[in-house]
């Protein structure tokens, strides 16, 4: 059994100007985990989401994903061309917060455009794989429907059949459920649910701490471009080490003294 890590990031750094958003990060994520990164707004979660995915470039650093690893050192480092860049994307899927559909297609030529145009997937090929991803989110009745005629809990689910569709070895969520509103949440949270089910590796950047503490692995806080702590959920929210971890999970109402749904009062 292969015990190396599938991603493995280690002294990432990344400033934009003068501005240092991650500094010395280092985290390993195993295959099949699912990790997710909470921390306050401005602590870099997003960021290193970008960096993982390499649309933002570190100045410094290693990222590692399956058997692909590039070192980064300022302005020298080698990306890889275009095609083998477009590949390595493609196999770190990535759910943003507001969707990025294409206004002009479908649904499902939205979740077929990457396995056309990046995998060269044979038309009949790729529109089956679609139909079958959209049926796995819930939306095949919805495969015809353009984005404005979605809701935004829709769409969003589209752009995770999308990014599945390039069969990634890892899904990045980049707060998936903050554009939605509260109603809409619930149906998105249920599709990351499933997928962590099946064993797709995960990393998570939520402000859904009892969803959090519900699905992932590991938890990482993060504040001021750095971790300040690491490991379970049982242990980094429900029994958090450091004092800035405690202030932060101090804003939420613990989900162990939320009443279950249907007690009695």
Same mark, same amino acid.
């Given at each position: 059994?292969?015990?190396?890590?599938?991603?493995?990031?280690?002294? +990432?750094?990344?400033?934009?100007?003068?501005?240092?958003?991650?500094?010395?990060?280092? %985290?390993?994520?195993?295959?099949?985990?699912?990790?997710?990164?909470?921390? &306050?707004?401005?602590?870099?979660?997003?960021? %290193?989401?970008?960096?993982?995915?390499? %649309?933002?470039?570190?100045?410094?650093? !290693?990222?590692?994903?399956?058997?692909?690893?590039?070192?980064?050192?300022?302005?020298?480092?080698?990306? &890889?061309?275009?095609?083998?860049?477009? !590949?390595?994307?493609?196999?770190?899927?990535?759910?943003?917060?507001?969707?990025? *559909?294409?206004?002009?297609?479908?649904? *499902?030529?939205?979740?077929?455009?990457? &396995?056309?145009?990046?995998?060269?997937?044979?038309?009949?090929?790729?529109?089956?794989?679609? !139909?079958?991803?959209?049926?796995?989110?819930?939306? %095949?009745?919805?495969?015809?429907?353009?984005? @404005?005629?979605?809701?935004?809990?829709?769409?969003?689910?589209?752009?995770?059949?999308?990014?599945?569709?390039?069969?990634?070895?890892?899904? +990045?969520?980049?707060?998936? =459920?903050?554009?939605?509103?509260?109603?809409?949440?619930?149906?998105?949270?249920?599709?990351?649910? @499933?997928?962590?089910?099946?064993?797709? =590796?995960?990393?998570?950047?939520?402000?859904?701490?009892?969803?959090?503490?519900?699905?992932? @692995?590991?938890?990482?806080?993060?504040? @001021?471009?750095?971790?300040?702590?690491?490991?379970?959920?049982?242990?980094?929210?429900?029994?958090?080490?450091?004092?800035?971890?405690?202030?932060?999970?101090?804003?939420?109402?613990?989900?162990?003294?939320?009443?279950?749904?249907?007690?009695?009062?």
């Amino acid at each position: 059994m292969n015990k190396l890590p599938l991603i493995d990031i280690a002294g +990432l750094r990344k400033s934009f100007g003068d501005n240092v958003v991650l500094k010395d990060i280092h %985290l390993q994520v195993q295959r099949g985990q699912v990790v997710a990164l909470i921390g &306050p707004s401005g602590s870099g979660k997003s960021t %290193l989401l970008r960096c993982i995915n390499l %649309l933002s470039v570190p100045e410094g650093g !290693r990222i590692t994903v399956g058997e692909q690893s590039i070192q980064f050192n300022g302005r020298q480092t080698a990306l &890889p061309g275009e095609k083998m860049l477009a !590949r390595f994307r493609a196999s770190t899927g990535m759910v943003f917060q507001h969707f990025n *559909l294409f206004p002009h297609m479908t649904a *499902l030529q939205n979740v077929m455009e990457g &396995p056309l145009t990046v995998l060269r997937t044979p038309r009949a090929q790729a529109e089956a794989s679609a !139909r079958e991803l959209l049926g796995k989110v819930g939306l %095949l009745d919805r495969a015809g429907y353009y984005p @404005d005629k979605l809701s935004g809990g829709q769409k969003q689910r589209v752009a995770i059949a999308r990014a599945l569709a390039m069969k990634p070895a890892v899904m +990045l969520f980049d707060e998936a =459920t903050s554009a939605l509103d509260p109603e809409l949440v619930g149906e998105v949270l249920h599709v990351i649910q @499933d997928l962590a089910r099946e064993g797709m =590796t995960m990393i998570l950047v939520t402000h859904e701490i009892g969803f959090a503490r519900e699905v992932a @692995d590991q938890v990482v806080f993060m504040r @001021d471009g750095v971790v300040v702590e690491c490991g379970p959920p049982g242990v980094v929210i429900d029994h958090p080490r450091h004092e800035a971890t405690r202030a932060f999970l101090g804003r939420f109402k613990a989900p162990a003294e939320e009443a279950a749904p249907g007690a009695a009062a």
